[in-house]
């Protein structure tokens, strides 16, 4: 009789630990499920509106792209406005020399003043050809400078939004993270529910078995 009532006794006082634990572990799971709950809230508030980061990527290739041809036609162009410098000099030291001879330094015939008139005349076209090709050259330099500084700007901006959507993708990931620890803990916590129902049964047939052996 009084083995059987230890027994009891000992059986009641584990079922009594084990519910102690259940409750702890209840409470736990709510707290936790509340936590996730609040945390994903934040994170959808956090998040606003999906971003795309592909769409951001392309448009950040195609500048990108973009600065790589205007460096090449930059490039192009210092390399033409050279030629044109070294052409319009040419010209400008023709017409020097042959205002300054009075003969052919070949044949040494007197170089008429008609035929000075007409060399003159023509380097005087081809300078002005060459210096308004100069303009148009370096108009063409300056502006695709000023197409470059935009694009720079623009490429630094879809850099922000990029490293902003991956930040957003981070917390999405972060969000269907915790919706799938949250379908988990109610499972745990309605199976706790019902072991701690149980361990009351248990609990109450124990102490009514403890009672029937006095």
């Known amino acids: 009789m009084i083995k059987e009532f230890n027994s009891l006794k000992k059986e009641k006082e584990l079922a009594e630990l084990d519910d102690k634990n259940k409750h702890k572990e209840f409470d736990d799971i709510k707290l936790e499920l509340d936590n996730i709950d609040k945390r994903v809230e934040e994170l959808r508030k956090e998040i606003g509106n999906e971003v795309d980061s592909a769409d ?10 973009e600065i790589g041809i205007l460096e090449d036609t930059i490039r192009e162009i210092d390399s033409n406005l050279n030629q044109l410098t070294v052409k319009k000099k040419n010209s400008a030291d023709i017409k020097h020399k042959i205002l300054q001879i009075s ?11 008609e035929h000075k008139d007409s060399v003159t005349t023509r380097e005087d076209q081809n300078i002005l050809n060459f210096e308004r090709q100069i303009t148009e050259s370096s108009n063409e330099v300056k502006g695709a400078y000023e197409r470059m500084k935009l694009v720079k700007v623009e490429i630094e901006e879809l850099r922000k939004e990029l490293s902003s959507a991956d930040v957003i993708k981070l917390k999405i990931n972060e969000i269907r993270e915790k919706e799938i620890r949250k379908e988990n803990l109610i499972v745990r916590h309605v199976d706790v529910k019902r072991l701690i129902g149980m361990l009351y049964s248990k609990k109450t047939r124990l102490e009514q078995d403890r009672k029937s052996v006095v």
Request: charge should be positive.
């Open 103 to 113: 003969k052919c330094p070949t044949c040494e015939q007197v170089v008429e003043k």
């Open 56 to 65: 951001i990527k392309n448009k950040l290739e195609v500048r990108e792209n």
